[in-house]
């Protein structure tokens, strides 16, 4: 019902003609606000003290007499600079509560991501850690007062659609029996290069060493063994590449009992869809990328251009 004018009732019940409705109100700039659960008395104290309105007295009577255009909604809402009694409500009872927005990066641990989901502002409730790599990396949005528990079940929902569809593009003929096998070993391919066009490469690479039986001697699955599944935050050590533990993947061959980490949708595709090449063998180039190799000589004169790189960089 659209009113021709909005009653205030203060003292004896003077009327507040309609200009008052939709005068400009105090808010100096845009503002967001959450908006709290209550009666129409405390929505409109609420408001009155965040300078969204002037008078709570006049707020809680013009909703009172529009009541029918429909219920105020408890959330986080954007208000204009300047916004009016008359569009204070219409963005209570129609507006959209403002979209937040988590970004869940690639390549992280379930734990890192807990942490990522406990630190996000807005969300509730507690959270355990998921289940290995179940989670996609992706920007979620939310509303304030949506539950941490349900954005990862999201997260884990998109992880599954995704997964499931890769998988049943992927190309013939490759050395991996499930869809898990592809979630560990994509998994491994995003801890291993930051480089978008070396996945597939690199990914490459391990179905070679796969096919062979060689073991796939992945350093990001011996730092997720030396971390316990957590990030691990100094460099390998001997100790750690000669541990005995079903991650580590200098020890053992095949592929680790899981993933070390989520990957993203490239990392999937990757796997899915592997460069065909002959290399067996690849280390850091010192450029931010990797040289690649087919024999264990020209691998080892890698290795050692390497490492020079690395007594530079100690000595500067």
Known sequence: MVIGGVLLLAGGGAVLALHLYRKPGPLAEPAQFVVPRG??????????????IGDPRAFTAAAWITRDEGPVRAAEFAFPAHASLADV???????????????????????????????AEGLMGEVSAPSEGTVLPETYAYAYGDARAAVLRRAEAAMAQTLAEAWAGRSPDLPLASPREALVLASIVERETGRPEERA????????RLRR?????????????????????????????DRDHPFNTYRNR???????????????????????????????????????????????????????????????
């Open 39 to 52: 009666g129409l008395a405390a929505v409109a104290e609420a408001l009155a003290r965040a300078r969204v």
């Open 89 to 119: 409500l219409e963005i209570l009872r129609d507006g959209r509560p403002v979209q937040r927005r988590l970004t869940i990066p690639e390549g992280l641990t379930a734990r890192q991501i807990v942490g990522l989901l406990d630190g």
């Open 201 to 208: 490469r690199v990914a490459g690479v391990f179905m070679n």
């Open 213 to 241: 039986g060689m073991p796939l001697q992945s350093d990001p699955t011996v730092a997720y063994a030396a971390a316990d599944g957590a990030a691990l935050d100094r460099p390998l050590s001997r100790v750690d590449l």
């Open 254 to 316: 095949g592929l680790p009992p899981g993933p070390i980490a989520s990957p993203g949708r490239e990392s999937l595709r990757a796997v899915l869809h592997p460069e065909a090449n002959d290399f067996l063998y690849f280390v850091a180039d010192g450029n931010g990328g990797h040289a690649f190799a087919r024999t264990l000589e020209e691998h080892n004169r890698n290795v050692a251009r390497w490492r020079d790189v690395e007594r530079q960089r100690a000595v500067r």
